[in-house]
């Protein structure tokens, strides 16, 4: 009766105490088992710090120093090659011109093989929303989400360069491609739809007089 008894207070007071102080705070410091990374000899950002003459961490870059290119990308930063970032370079991936602004120049020379990978991928990556021939009509319209029709007049008159955005970084609801589409199939893609937009509203003019005839206009 004796063991029982002592049993049964050890239980109700390993559980009371595990349990009983759930969710109260503390000020003290938690016991470390293993201590991980919670310690390390590190600065951290905006501390203070008695070493440097103006007491903080936070270092100014040197003076007359100016940093090269973006610091995010490492490998081309530290790469002796390294120049600045040209024009062409600028277009080709942002899709912009030296202003900023969304540019209508095409970056590759334009030919059959070029639309042929457009249509591919297209038909890989987009096609699912935005329908076979760009006007919306995919897996998320029976959801009321309507991926954009390519055939508003506003996308029409966009630039090239603003398309080629939109997959690299997305709009809205629609996500970015940019991990997994290279540079040169982007703009492949942006041709291709160029050309879908064409399917559907391709002016008369534009048709030669043999196209027409066969036609019958
Ligand atoms: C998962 C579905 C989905 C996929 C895949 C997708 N889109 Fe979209 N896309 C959308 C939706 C939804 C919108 C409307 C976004 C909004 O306005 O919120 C949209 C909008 C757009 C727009 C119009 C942007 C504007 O200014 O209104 C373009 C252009 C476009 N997509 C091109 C593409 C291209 C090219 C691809 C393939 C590389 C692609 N999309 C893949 C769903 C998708």
Redesign the pocket.
């Known amino acids: 009766m004796r063991i029982f008894l002592t049993i049964y207070v050890l239980v109700i007071a390993v559980t009371v105490s595990i349990l009983g102080f759930r969710g109260s705070l503390t000020e003290k410091e938690p016991v470390e088992v293993f201590n991980d990374m919670d310690r390390q000899a590190k600065y951290k950002p905006q501390a203070e710090n008695a070493f440097y003459a103006n007491g903080q961490n936070d270092r100014l870059p040197p003076k007359l120093t100016l940093s090269r290119g973006n610091a995010l990308s490492v490998k081309e930063v530290f790469n002796p090659d390294f120049k600045a970032i040209s024009s062409a370079e600028e277009l080709l991936l942002s899709g912009k011109d030296v202003n900023g602004d969304f540019s209508d120049t095409f970056p590759y020379p334009v030919d059959f093989e070029l639309m042929q990978y457009g249509q591919e ?2 038909n890989i ?2 096609m ?3 329908g076979v021939a760009g006007d ?1 009509n ?3 319209k029976p959801y009321g ?4 029709s ?1 055939h ?1 007049e ?2 029409r008159t ?1 630039p090239d360069g ?2 080629y955005d ?2 690299t970084n997305g ?5 970015g ?1 940019k991990d997994r ?1 290279s540079v040169k199939q ?1 703009w492949a ?2 041709l291709y ?1 160029r050309a879908l937009q064409r399917s559907q509203n391709a002016p008369l003019e534009s048709l030669s007089t043999t196209e027409k005839s066969e036609l019958g206009l």
């Open positions: 991928s297209y990556f987009c699912t929303c935005h919306g995919g897996v998320t989400i309507l991926a954009t390519y508003d506003r996308l966009a603003y398309i939109v997959i709009k809205g609801l629609m996500y491609l589409l982007r893609i942006v739809l």
